[in-house]
Protein backbone atom coordinates (compact mmCIF):
# COMPACT_ATOMS: atom_id res chain seq x y z
CA UNK A 1 0.00 0.00 0.00
CA UNK A 2 1.37 3.04 -0.86
CA UNK A 3 2.60 5.05 2.61
CA UNK A 4 0.81 8.81 1.64
CA UNK A 5 -2.68 7.58 1.46
CA UNK A 6 -2.53 5.30 5.13
CA UNK A 7 -3.46 9.05 6.95
CA UNK A 8 -6.57 9.38 5.09
CA UNK A 9 -7.89 5.64 5.66
CA UNK A 10 -7.61 6.51 9.06
CA UNK A 11 -9.23 9.37 8.75
CA UNK A 12 -12.11 8.14 6.43
CA UNK A 13 -12.35 5.83 9.28
CA UNK A 14 -12.70 8.71 12.17
CA UNK A 15 -15.47 10.51 9.56
CA UNK A 16 -17.49 7.21 9.60
CA UNK A 17 -17.66 6.93 13.76
CA UNK A 18 -18.44 10.30 13.39
CA UNK A 19 -21.71 9.20 12.23
CA UNK A 20 -22.66 7.13 15.06
CA UNK A 21 -24.20 10.15 17.18
CA UNK A 22 -26.74 11.84 13.88
CA UNK A 23 -27.47 7.98 13.58
CA UNK A 24 -28.37 7.20 17.18
CA UNK A 25 -30.42 9.76 17.01
CA UNK A 26 -32.59 8.17 14.56
CA UNK A 27 -32.42 4.88 17.00
CA UNK A 28 -36.07 3.59 18.34
CA UNK A 29 -36.38 5.19 22.34
CA UNK A 30 -36.37 1.73 23.98
CA UNK A 31 -32.92 0.63 22.32
CA UNK A 32 -30.14 1.41 25.37
CA UNK A 33 -26.84 2.71 24.43
CA UNK A 34 -25.53 -0.58 25.85
CA UNK A 35 -27.75 -2.62 23.77
CA UNK A 36 -26.98 -0.58 20.18
CA UNK A 37 -23.19 -1.31 21.06
CA UNK A 38 -22.82 -4.49 21.45
CA UNK A 39 -25.03 -5.32 18.58
CA UNK A 40 -22.86 -2.78 16.68
CA UNK A 41 -20.13 -5.45 17.42
CA UNK A 42 -21.90 -8.68 16.59
CA UNK A 43 -23.77 -7.11 13.54
CA UNK A 44 -19.71 -5.37 12.60
CA UNK A 45 -17.50 -8.80 13.37
CA UNK A 46 -20.78 -10.79 11.84
CA UNK A 47 -19.97 -8.60 8.61
CA UNK A 48 -16.13 -8.83 8.59
CA UNK A 49 -15.56 -12.38 8.95
CA UNK A 50 -17.89 -13.43 6.33
CA UNK A 51 -16.15 -11.19 3.88
CA UNK A 52 -13.00 -13.05 5.26
CA UNK A 53 -14.50 -16.70 4.86
CA UNK A 54 -15.79 -15.29 1.06
CA UNK A 55 -12.27 -13.93 0.44
CA UNK A 56 -10.08 -16.67 1.60
CA UNK A 57 -8.02 -14.11 3.96
CA UNK A 58 -7.60 -16.26 7.09
CA UNK A 59 -4.19 -16.85 7.79
CA UNK A 60 -3.85 -18.25 11.42
CA UNK A 61 0.16 -19.16 11.07
CA UNK A 62 2.27 -17.28 13.47
CA UNK A 63 -0.70 -15.46 15.16
CA UNK A 64 -0.17 -14.13 18.44
CA UNK A 65 -3.47 -14.91 20.47
CA UNK A 66 -2.19 -12.62 23.32
CA UNK A 67 -2.74 -9.77 21.18
CA UNK A 68 -5.51 -10.31 19.94
CA UNK A 69 -7.06 -11.22 22.98
CA UNK A 70 -5.75 -7.57 24.32
CA UNK A 71 -7.21 -5.79 21.40
CA UNK A 72 -10.60 -7.87 21.61
CA UNK A 73 -10.71 -7.17 24.79
CA UNK A 74 -10.38 -2.94 24.73
CA UNK A 75 -12.74 -2.69 22.18
CA UNK A 76 -15.00 -4.33 24.22
CA UNK A 77 -14.26 -2.29 27.26
CA UNK A 78 -14.21 0.86 25.59
CA UNK A 79 -17.82 0.75 24.32
CA UNK A 80 -19.46 0.62 28.02
CA UNK A 81 -17.28 2.60 29.79
CA UNK A 82 -17.65 5.29 27.06
CA UNK A 83 -21.20 5.34 27.29
CA UNK A 84 -21.11 4.88 30.86
CA UNK A 85 -18.82 8.28 31.12
CA UNK A 86 -21.31 10.00 29.00
CA UNK A 87 -24.42 9.27 30.73
CA UNK A 88 -22.63 10.10 34.33
CA UNK A 89 -21.50 13.09 33.63
CA UNK A 90 -22.46 14.49 30.03
CA UNK A 91 -21.90 14.27 26.77
CA UNK A 92 -19.41 16.97 27.02
CA UNK A 93 -16.74 16.28 29.32
CA UNK A 94 -17.47 12.23 28.94
CA UNK A 95 -16.63 12.81 24.83
CA UNK A 96 -13.78 15.54 25.35
CA UNK A 97 -12.22 13.41 28.17
CA UNK A 98 -12.65 10.23 26.80
CA UNK A 99 -11.58 10.98 22.96
CA UNK A 100 -9.18 13.93 24.20
CA UNK A 101 -7.01 11.99 26.78
CA UNK A 102 -6.90 9.06 23.79
CA UNK A 103 -3.95 10.74 22.07
CA UNK A 104 -1.99 11.58 25.08
CA UNK A 105 -2.26 7.72 26.31
CA UNK A 106 -1.64 6.65 22.86
CA UNK A 107 1.71 8.99 22.86
CA UNK A 108 3.28 7.67 25.87
CA UNK A 109 2.54 4.27 25.64
CA UNK A 110 4.32 4.18 22.08
CA UNK A 111 6.89 6.05 23.85
CA UNK A 112 7.25 3.10 26.78
CA UNK A 113 6.25 0.10 24.89
CA UNK A 114 8.14 0.68 21.19
CA UNK A 115 10.58 3.13 22.54
CA UNK A 116 9.15 5.49 19.62
CA UNK A 117 9.36 9.53 20.78
CA UNK A 118 6.27 11.51 19.54
CA UNK A 119 7.77 14.75 17.09
CA UNK A 120 7.24 18.18 17.77
CA UNK A 121 4.96 18.46 14.81
CA UNK A 122 2.94 15.57 16.62
CA UNK A 123 2.26 17.61 20.13
CA UNK A 124 1.75 20.76 18.12
CA UNK A 125 -1.00 19.32 15.79
CA UNK A 126 -2.26 17.00 19.02
CA UNK A 127 -2.66 20.00 21.48
CA UNK A 128 -4.37 21.91 18.91
CA UNK A 129 -6.75 19.09 18.02
CA UNK A 130 -7.67 18.73 21.49
CA UNK A 131 -8.25 22.38 22.65
CA UNK A 132 -10.72 22.36 19.51
CA UNK A 133 -12.40 19.50 20.80
CA UNK A 134 -13.30 21.17 24.65
CA UNK A 135 -13.64 24.60 22.83
CA UNK A 136 -16.20 22.36 20.44
CA UNK A 137 -18.34 20.84 23.74
CA UNK A 138 -17.97 23.37 26.13
CA UNK A 139 -21.30 25.31 25.45
CA UNK A 140 -23.11 22.33 24.68
CA UNK A 141 -24.52 21.87 28.11
CA UNK A 142 -24.03 22.73 31.65
CA UNK A 143 -20.77 20.99 32.97
CA UNK A 144 -21.15 18.46 35.40
CA UNK A 145 -17.93 16.87 36.42
CA UNK A 146 -18.53 13.83 38.17
CA UNK A 147 -15.32 11.96 39.29
CA UNK A 148 -16.75 8.72 38.61
CA UNK A 149 -17.80 9.40 35.38
CA UNK A 150 -14.11 10.86 34.76
CA UNK A 151 -12.73 8.02 35.69
CA UNK A 152 -14.59 5.67 32.99
CA UNK A 153 -14.30 8.34 30.38
CA UNK A 154 -10.51 8.12 31.32
CA UNK A 155 -10.74 4.22 31.00
CA UNK A 156 -12.74 4.41 27.62
CA UNK A 157 -9.67 6.77 26.11
CA UNK A 158 -6.93 4.48 27.59
CA UNK A 159 -8.88 1.22 26.22
CA UNK A 160 -9.01 2.78 22.43
CA UNK A 161 -5.15 3.96 22.28
CA UNK A 162 -3.91 0.38 23.86
CA UNK A 163 -6.25 -1.32 21.08
CA UNK A 164 -4.93 1.03 18.48
CA UNK A 165 -1.44 -0.21 19.70
CA UNK A 166 -2.31 -3.44 19.63
CA UNK A 167 -3.54 -4.16 16.75
CA UNK A 168 -1.10 -2.48 14.74
CA UNK A 169 1.59 -4.65 16.04
CA UNK A 170 -1.12 -7.66 14.44
CA UNK A 171 -1.63 -5.85 11.22
CA UNK A 172 2.39 -5.59 10.38
CA UNK A 173 1.97 -9.56 10.03
CA UNK A 174 -1.36 -10.38 9.01
CA UNK A 175 -3.95 -8.86 7.27
CA UNK A 176 -5.77 -6.13 8.26
CA UNK A 177 -9.41 -7.33 7.23
CA UNK A 178 -8.78 -10.65 9.05
CA UNK A 179 -7.66 -8.77 12.16
CA UNK A 180 -10.45 -6.56 12.78
CA UNK A 181 -12.84 -9.89 11.59
CA UNK A 182 -10.76 -11.84 14.71
CA UNK A 183 -10.60 -9.08 17.02
CA UNK A 184 -14.13 -7.49 16.67
CA UNK A 185 -15.91 -10.96 16.82
CA UNK A 186 -14.02 -11.50 19.98
CA UNK A 187 -15.00 -8.31 21.01
CA UNK A 188 -19.06 -8.90 20.33
CA UNK A 189 -18.25 -12.18 22.12
CA UNK A 190 -17.34 -10.40 25.13
CA UNK A 191 -20.65 -8.20 25.19
CA UNK A 192 -22.29 -10.69 23.97
CA UNK A 193 -24.52 -10.70 27.87
CA UNK A 194 -25.76 -7.25 26.68
CA UNK A 195 -28.14 -8.52 24.52
CA UNK A 196 -29.50 -10.46 27.12
CA UNK A 197 -30.05 -8.01 29.43
CA UNK A 198 -31.94 -5.09 27.62
CA UNK A 199 -34.71 -5.18 25.66
CA UNK A 200 -34.07 -6.05 22.47
CA UNK A 201 -37.39 -6.27 20.72
CA UNK A 202 -36.12 -2.73 19.25
CA UNK A 203 -34.14 -4.51 16.59
CA UNK A 204 -37.73 -5.87 14.97
CA UNK A 205 -39.06 -2.48 13.96
CA UNK A 206 -37.86 -0.96 10.64
CA UNK A 207 -35.42 1.96 12.30
CA UNK A 208 -33.84 -0.37 14.29
CA UNK A 209 -32.74 -2.43 11.80
CA UNK A 210 -31.80 0.43 9.89
CA UNK A 211 -29.33 1.84 12.38
CA UNK A 212 -28.53 -1.24 13.55
CA UNK A 213 -26.88 -2.08 9.84
CA UNK A 214 -25.46 1.24 9.57
CA UNK A 215 -23.82 1.04 12.87
CA UNK A 216 -22.70 -2.63 12.24
CA UNK A 217 -21.46 -2.30 8.60
CA UNK A 218 -20.56 1.07 8.21
CA UNK A 219 -19.44 2.68 11.28
CA UNK A 220 -17.67 -0.34 12.73
CA UNK A 221 -16.79 -2.78 10.30
CA UNK A 222 -16.05 -0.63 7.05
CA UNK A 223 -14.36 2.04 9.31
CA UNK A 224 -12.47 -0.20 11.32
CA UNK A 225 -10.97 -1.99 8.47
CA UNK A 226 -9.53 1.19 6.35
CA UNK A 227 -8.12 2.24 10.20
CA UNK A 228 -6.65 -0.95 10.35
CA UNK A 229 -4.81 -0.94 7.28
CA UNK A 230 -3.86 2.75 8.01
CA UNK A 231 -1.91 1.55 10.82
CA UNK A 232 0.09 -0.45 7.99
CA UNK A 233 1.98 2.71 7.96
CA UNK A 234 0.97 5.19 10.46
CA UNK A 235 2.06 5.20 13.66
CA UNK A 236 -0.39 4.64 16.52
CA UNK A 237 -0.37 8.14 18.34
CA UNK A 238 -0.38 9.92 14.66
CA UNK A 239 -3.55 7.43 13.97
CA UNK A 240 -5.69 8.28 16.95
CA UNK A 241 -5.00 11.71 17.35
CA UNK A 242 -6.37 11.80 13.51
CA UNK A 243 -9.79 9.80 14.97
CA UNK A 244 -10.25 13.11 17.00
CA UNK A 245 -12.34 13.90 13.17
CA UNK A 246 -15.04 11.75 14.62
CA UNK A 247 -16.47 14.45 17.21
CA UNK A 248 -15.82 16.86 14.40
CA UNK A 249 -17.93 15.04 11.88
CA UNK A 250 -20.86 14.46 14.77
CA UNK A 251 -20.51 18.24 15.02
CA UNK A 252 -21.35 19.25 11.06
CA UNK A 253 -24.17 16.62 11.13
CA UNK A 254 -25.57 17.46 14.01
CA UNK A 255 -26.15 21.15 12.41
CA UNK A 256 -26.80 19.97 9.02
CA UNK A 257 -29.05 17.14 9.43
CA UNK A 258 -30.45 17.02 13.10
CA UNK A 259 -30.65 20.91 13.05
CA UNK A 260 -28.87 21.99 16.17
CA UNK A 261 -26.90 25.14 16.82
CA UNK A 262 -23.16 25.70 17.20
CA UNK A 263 -21.77 28.77 19.10
CA UNK A 264 -18.70 31.00 17.82
CA UNK A 265 -17.21 29.18 20.47
CA UNK A 266 -17.55 25.71 18.95
CA UNK A 267 -17.22 26.76 15.22
CA UNK A 268 -13.62 28.22 16.71
CA UNK A 269 -13.12 24.68 18.28
CA UNK A 270 -13.94 23.05 14.87
CA UNK A 271 -11.24 25.43 13.49
CA UNK A 272 -8.02 24.26 15.69
CA UNK A 273 -9.53 20.77 14.87
CA UNK A 274 -9.22 20.96 11.37
CA UNK A 275 -6.02 23.13 11.70
CA UNK A 276 -4.40 20.28 14.48
CA UNK A 277 -5.60 17.67 12.00
CA UNK A 278 -4.28 18.78 8.59
CA UNK A 279 -1.07 19.55 10.23
CA UNK A 280 -0.47 15.75 10.61
CA UNK A 281 -1.78 14.84 7.59
CA UNK A 282 1.04 17.50 5.69
CA UNK A 283 3.85 16.04 7.92
CA UNK A 284 2.52 12.67 7.83
CA UNK A 285 2.52 12.78 3.76
CA UNK A 286 6.08 14.59 3.88
CA UNK A 287 7.15 11.92 5.64
CA UNK A 288 5.70 9.29 3.58
CA UNK A 289 7.25 11.10 0.34
CA UNK A 290 10.85 11.26 2.07
CA UNK A 291 10.19 7.37 3.18
CA UNK A 292 10.16 6.65 -0.56
CA UNK A 293 12.73 8.93 -2.24
CA UNK A 294 14.93 7.18 0.72
CA UNK A 295 14.01 3.68 -0.76
CA UNK A 296 14.71 4.98 -4.60
CA UNK A 297 18.28 5.12 -4.00
Known amino acids: MNGRWA ?10 WGTTGTTQDFAPEAAHPFAIGATRLAIGGLFLTGIVLVTGKFNFQNWSIKSTFIA ?4 ALFQPLFFSAVSITGVAIGTVVAIGSAPLFSGLAEWVYVKIRPSKIWWYSTSLAIIGCLMLFVNKESVSVNPVGILMALGAGFSFACYTLVSRTLVKTHSSLAVVAVVFTLSAMLLAPFLFIFDMSWLMSFRGVGV ?3 LGITAT ?3 YFFFARG ?11 LSLAEPLTAAVLGVFVLGEYL ?3 SWFGILLLLLGI ?3 LMSS ?6 RIRTNNY
Open 7 to 16: PFFVLFAAIL
Open 72 to 75: SLCM
Open 212 to 214: SLH
Open 221 to 223: GIA
Open 231 to 241: LVQVSSSTAVT
Open 263 to 265: TVT
Open 278 to 280: GLL
Open 285 to 290: KKHAVN
